[in-house]
């Protein structure tokens, strides 16, 4: 008996050494277990002397008999209280309120009263002495009350609890249900120790160990990361607005330097431009797409696209790299290639930006060379190798595998002044290796450095692709822009508190040949709905005052009193992080626009939402167009402006080609006349002039 005791005692005590040992975080649950362990040790501890008094009468007085029997019960009461708190505790841990905990520690209060005043009286059996009466019999009491409350509240939320803490309950719920119907049958086995101990051992090993805790830090970790990705993907959010707006006005007056002029050398400059700026645009986007090659859900999107238009792209912007650091860039594409590919162009264009950039940024003198070529072609689909060799510093043959290590930078006292964080090649060889690529490198230290790859393309034109640079200023020069459809009844409402926004959005539209409208805030765009019926509305996300959201949601609240009630309304938006669309789509709008806005993205959704009734061919709308020109021509004919004193109009008309252009230009003097009239009045009367 003595033995099972001491056996208890100290696995108790080894439980705490190894729980107190641990570095914690300080919740109310570990404060209870640790009280729990520690009144459960002294129990046991009380216990054995207990039955010892009980066994050996002679050696103690029945003073101190009694003492004895009743601590012990004071502190196995402490004991089974305890342990139902420290499960309310674990229930409860989830930050939902721990309702009526005041009524919890009733029973308690009742039965130590109890114990005290209640008598204990001494049984006497052949196999051991053991002590019953009232006294024992509230102990038992307290112990199914507190019970049936555990039963209770793990009925109410077990569907909170997590399966591991669940468990953990249930294992010590029933193992201490199997001791005390032991105790109870054969009082004399004196079973309480072992129960005590089965309860801090289920409780340890499955919630408290050192093991459950790196769990729990973990989970912490995991927390603390998803909160930080979050906030990561606000910050990406904000960035990405701040950037593409200004992108937007680049890429879109530029779209109307393509459509309207007729000068070869501007629309050239213009197709540079443009290359540039899908450039900008598409590293834009890796950033923003970091996040999936970081969880493994970037996808590879593959598109039609003109190889010499690719090759293009990548040369016009790093011979400029090249050449502000006195290198000779070569171009080398072998004329059999086909010009019309199949694949992930941007993708495509990152691993090739990558190694061309490294390329430069690692080369003091000598030079670049891109080279593509065929390395084979059959049943529709095209080989390609790439090459960039350069004649710079070189890599060591045991530093090669180290470029591919994310943030890796290795010889920093040699390369200290090369800018980059590392990641180039890693992001190179991951996107080659889910294009079904490799990237090789052979490297000489100190002379110079060859990266390629193979990589695999369906052809969709098969023409040669010839020279490509002359390839390139063919399509300068032939570039008109034809839009698919027109919409010249159609009524667009613009609403964005940017104003070469507006202009380049009302720019992108001219071609639908619809009655476009613009105003500068969400307030403004109320009050236009309210009086007018569009076609469509073309809503700003980040504006003062009231944002697109905000004013989505009025439009809303507002329903039966705006005209435009029933106005798909689209969301124009630099947030173009992953996800977006779906998120503003379930804010109610009726589709999604990025910046930079795409001129063929825009015809889609504006076939996507209008009405098919306002949809016309483009031939329709240009004798449409021309109807409506010679009408304001002929309204313009019969207009006369007013007498002004020293206002020649007749001289004016040489300078302006229409009556129209000439009175936009009035109305912006008369804007302007408002916060300038004062310095010009400061002017004419200042005696120093």
């Known amino acids: 008996m003595y033995r099972m005791e001491a056996a208890c005692l100290a696995v108790i005590i080894y439980i705490m050494v190894v729980f107190f040992a641990v570095r914690r975080k300080k919740t109310n649950e570990k404060k209870v277990f640790g ?22 009468q002679e050696d103690f007085s029945e003073i101190v008999g009694q003492i004895i029997f ?13 342990y139902f708190w420290y499960l309310y505790v674990l229930i409860h841990e989830d930050g939902r309120p721990m309702k009526h905990r005041k009524y919890v520690r009733i029973p308690l209060f ?36 507190y019970l049936v409350m555990s039963t209770y509240l793990i009925i109410k939320y077990r569907k909170y609890i997590e399966k591991r803490k669940l468990f953990a309950i249930g294992l010590s719920y029933v193992g201490e249900l199997i001791v005390l119907t032991i105790q109870l049958i054969l009082p004399y086995t004196l079973l309480a120790p072992v129960g005590i101990t089965l309860l801090c051992l289920s409780l340890f090993l499955t919630v408290e160990s050192p093991d459950a805790m790196l769990i729990e830090r973990l989970k912490d970790e995991k927390e603390k990361a998803n909160a930080a990705n979050k906030a990561k993907s606000v910050f990406i959010a904000n960035i990405s607005h701040e950037i593409r707006t200004p992108i937007n006005v680049v890429v879109g007056m530029n779209e109307m330097i393509l459509r309207e002029s007729k ?14 700026a899908r450039t900008l645009s598409g590293i834009i986007n890796d950033i923003l797409d970091l996040t999936k090659l970081e969880t493994g859900k970037m996808e590879i999107e593959p598109v039609e696209y003109e190889l010499a238009e690719l090759i293009h792209d990548l040369t016009n912007n790093i011979s400029v790299r090249a050449d502000a650091k006195n290198l000779s860039f070569a171009v080398e594409v072998d004329p059999s290639l086909p010009s019309g590919l199949y694949g ?8 090739i930006t990558n190694l061309l950039t490294n390329a430069v940024k690692y080369t003091e003198k000598g030079g670049v060379t891109f080279k593509v070529s065929k390395k084979e072609e059959h049943f529709g689909r095209v080989v390609l190798h790439i090459e960039v060799v350069d004649t710079g510093i070189g890599i060591r043959p045991e530093n090669i595998e180290k470029i591919y290590i994310a943030f890796e930078r290795f010889e920093r006292a040699r390369n200290r002044y090369v800018e980059g964080a590392g990641l180039g090649m890693n992001i190179a060889q991951s996107l080659l290796k889910m294009m079904g690529s490799k990237l090789e490198v052979q490297s000489v230290y100190g002379e110079g450095s060859t990266f390629s790859f193979d990589l695999e393309q369906k052809v969709t034109d098969a023409v040669p692709v010839g020279e490509f640079s002359e390839r390139i200023r063919n399509k300068a020069e032939e570039y008109e822009y034809k839009p698919s459809f027109a919409t010249p009844d159609a009524k667009y409402l613009v609403v964005d508190d940017n104003d070469a926004n507006r202009r380049v959005f009302h720019g992108l539209l001219k071609f639908t040949g619809a009655e476009i409208e613009e105003v500068a805030s969400g307030f403004e765009c109320l009050d236009k709905a309210k009086e007018k019926k569009y076609d469509i509305i073309f809503l700003d996300h980040m504006m003062p005052g009231m944002d697109g959201i905000e004013t989505l949601a009025r439009m809303k609240e507002l329903g039966g009193e705006l005209a435009s009630k029933d106005t798909p309304v689209v969301i124009v938006t630099a947030n173009a992080v992953s996800g977006a669309k779906e998120w503003y789509v379930s804010k109610g709008f009726s589709e999604f626009i990025s910046k930079p806005v795409i001129p063929e993205k825009l015809e889609q959704v504006i076939k996507n939402v209008l009405s098919p009734k306002l949809i016309k061919k483009p031939e329709d709308a240009i004798k449409e167009k021309t109807r409506k020109d010679d009408s304001v021509e002929k309204k313009e004919d019969e207009e006369t402006f007013p007498i002004i004193d020293g206002v020649d109009w007749n001289f004016a008309m040489v300078h302006f080609s229409t009556k129209q252009l000439l009175r936009s230009a009035i109305g912006e003097v008369y804007r302007a006349i408002g916060p300038d009239g004062e310095a010009l009045k400061e002017l004419l009367f200042d005696d120093k002039i």
Do not use: W
């Not at 005290?116 to 009232?134: C, D, H, Q, S, W």
């Open 344 to 351: 992930d162009d941007v993708r495509v264009k990152q691993v």
């Open 35 to 56: 009280i729990f362990l520690i009144n459960s040790c002294i129990t046991v501890l009380l216990g054995g002397l207990r039955n010892y008094a009980a066994n050996n």
């Open 110 to 145: 009742i039965c130590m009263p109890a114990i005290v005043i209640l008598p204990v009286k001494m049984v006497e059996n052949p196999i051991a002495n053991y002590t019953a009466g009232p006294s024992a019999a509230a102990l038992y009491v307290l112990l199914l009350v």
């Open 263 to 276: 000068e070869e050398a501007i629309k050239i400059y213009a197709m540079d431009i443009r290359s540039s």
């Open 70 to 82: 009743r601590v012990h019960y004071i502190f196995a009461t402490g004991v089974i209280f305890h």
